[in-house]
T-cell receptor, first 115, second 112 residues
Framework: DADVTQTPRNRITKTGKRIMLECSQT?????MYWYRQDPGLGLRLIYY???????NKGEISDGYSVSRQAQAKFSLSLESAIPNQTALYFC??????????????FGDGTRLSIL | QKEVEQNSGPLSVPEGAIASLNCTYS??????FFWYRQYSGKSPELIMSIYSNGDKEDGRFTAQLNKASQYVSLLIRDSQPSDSATYLCAVKGGEYGNKLVFGAGTILRVKS
């Protein structure tokens, strides 16, 4: 089983719909992240959470919200989807180990298309 | 100025050659540096991390860090067609804090 699981893997929906992408992890990491990836732009951080009570905006949080339901679960919502939110979305986790923390581990991604 | 810059490529090398991938970053306080490999449509996977100046070798991969020049590179020796992918440079620390900032990636093509 994958350490970081994203659902759904693919989703096609219409403009204006509310969408939730879910992420769960079995790595026991405290830190979880949501990224989106667009061609030529690399990965951009949407939101991140360092523990259940901690939520932080990333580089491109407008139009998105998140919920950290438990240490292992971190959901991303698009309240009213628009076509330019069409992208590949990744969830990631990391663990702090001393002053130089560990790199992040990624889920398999959710390919989201908004028509 | 983009925080983490990479040449988008594609970088084409013949099988068996050395592939050299480069990355520059803007924040001098950065502390952690990573190289990820990403096959088309797949998730990034970590291949190298480096935290101090100099070289770090792992199999066919060598990461090189020069903090004074704000430069990190990845060398792939004996390149194989299976190395064909997008390579993402990522930087953490300094003003970036706990956030991992990615470059846009370099496409590598290894021709057999």
């Amino acid at each position: 089983d994958a350490d970081v699981t994203q659902t759904p893997r693919n989703r096609i929906t219409k403009t204006g719909k509310r969408i939730m992408l879910e992420c769960s992890q079995t790595k026991g990491h405290d830190r979880m992240y949501w990224y989106r990836q667009d061609p030529g732009l690399g990965l951009r951080l949407i939101y991140y959470s360092f523990d259940v009570k901690d939520i932080n905006k990333g580089e491109i949080s407008d139009g998105y919200s998140v919920s950290r339901q438990a240490q292992a679960k971190f959901s991303l919502s698009l309240e009213s989807a628009i076509p330019n939110q069409t992208a590949l979305y990744f969830c990631a986790t990391s663990d702090l180990a001393g002053p130089l923390d560990q790199p992040q581990h990624f889920g398999d991604g959710t390919r989201l298309s908004i028509l | 100025q983009k925080e983490v810059e990479q040449n988008s490529g594609p970088l084409s090398v013949p099988e068996g050659a050395i592939a050299s991938l480069n990355c520059t970053y803007s924040d001098r306080g950065s502390q952690s540096f990573f190289w990820y490999r990403q096959y088309s449509g797949k998730s990034p996977e970590l291949i190298m991390s480096i935290y101090s100046n100099g070289d770090k070798e792992d199999g066919r991969f060598t990461a090189q860090l020069n903090k004074a020049s704000q430069y990190v590179s990845l060398l792939i020796r004996d390149s194989q067609p299976s190395d064909s992918a997008t390579y993402l440079c990522a930087v953490k620390g300094g003003e970036y804090g706990n956030k991992l900032v990615f470059g846009a990636g370099t496409i590598l093509r290894v021709k057999s």
